[in-house]
């Protein structure tokens, strides 16, 4: 991100961060790469256990020399929803201008994303999480925000991004889009199933719900099963027609554990336990009933599998 | 996903996964040994009940228990079935590639879950001739 002239002066410019894990990795290994050719420092702010941005951490970690603040609207592993427009907010206050990007792909057809409702400077979402084509996406950018242009050629999008523009998927974005608001009753219908889910898969012994218990969104419900790994249980569930996801280890090429519910501040032995169910368009009752029905027992198989420790 | 899985494991892991052999404990154990720990996520102990034919030691039964993923429970349960009635030094040539061969293969990530299972087994004979001399 460039300010006309001052850019020379101000070196290094700080970006506060909360985007761990999942599709955003987009944003982390931005923001690496900056650091690694010296023009940004950056820092990640921490999270309270259910996944929040603390106000008081984020007004702690601002500097004069903060410029960026990116926050993930709703975590797209355990479904909580940032408090935006509080921090909005917040950064409208600061003595000096911090822009405020968000990532609302997670929220995108759930929540209110009109960007003046939320004060944002910067909004990204994918369009694939609402049904367009895979392989669009789009940025608002703020009338004066200034922007450096990402490739260099043609000089489509506003000079922005040069090449040749995406007319299929862009008209299917659009349509996307356009559907969501003649969608008002899926959500409504997408709530109540996760209740369903949450309520009667909590009452499985060692099962816990991950993320805030109110401040999330309506499709995604993400658990940790105590003595059961990830993979092993979504393999399991694959196997009965049920697809989810899992942050543990061993579904990662990295081997390494969700980074999520680690800043959330789940030990890694708990972490490699995650499942987690996202809802959609197509979600029906028969298959929250089936998830209820199949799950303890894959759970109790795997259980009984494992060395007492 | 099913297609996920079914391009990552081979239709062996997937079977050794979903109908593991040798599932348990063995309650007068010649043999125990416990891998792995919860922090990394794969867990494996090896029971081993150990004959003599001719004088020589052989693994008369074996079982495992797994806390793991698909492969860590396909690899301990193909294990113990390559290991019951070879004697040990039949089983010392065993590799953890034999593991992954027999299982038509392992994705490279996973490979890891076959040479735990491996050192498992081993540690449980070692246990054993530990516990005879």
Partial sequence: MRKKKSYLKRLFFTILLFHINGPISAVLETCKRLKALGK???????VDSSGWVEMKDLQEAIRPETILVSIMYVNNEVGTIQHIREIGSLLKRQKHKVYFHTDATQAMGFLNCNVDFLGVDLLSFT????YAPKGIGALYIRQGVEIARQTDGGMQESGLRSGTENVPYIVGLGRAVEVIKKEKGRNQKILTYRNELIDLLTKIPGVRLTGHKTQRSPHIASFIVEGV???????????????????SACTA??????????????KDELSHGSIRFSLGRKTAKKDIELV?????????????MAPKL | MTDLFSKLYSPLVLKHFSHPKNVGEIKNADGVATVGNPVCGDVMRFYIKVGSKNGIDYIKDAKFQTLGCGAAIATSSILTQLAKGKNFSQVTKLTSKNIAETLGGLPAAKVHCSVLAYRGLMKAISNYQKNNH
């Fill in chain 1, 127 to 130: 369009g694939h999480k609402i």
């Fill in chain 1, 292 to 304: 209820i029905k199949v799950l303890p027992k894959v759970i109790d198989r795997l259980r009984k």
């Fill in chain 1, 40 to 46: 940004a420092e950056v820092t990640y702010l921490p």
């Fill in chain 1, 253 to 266: 090429n990295d081997l390494s554990p969700s980074h999520v519910l680690k800043a959330m501040g789940y």
């Fill in chain 1, 229 to 247: 790994e990830g993979e092993a249980m979504v393999l399991a569930l694959s196997n009965l027609g049920i697809y989810t996801s899992s942050g």
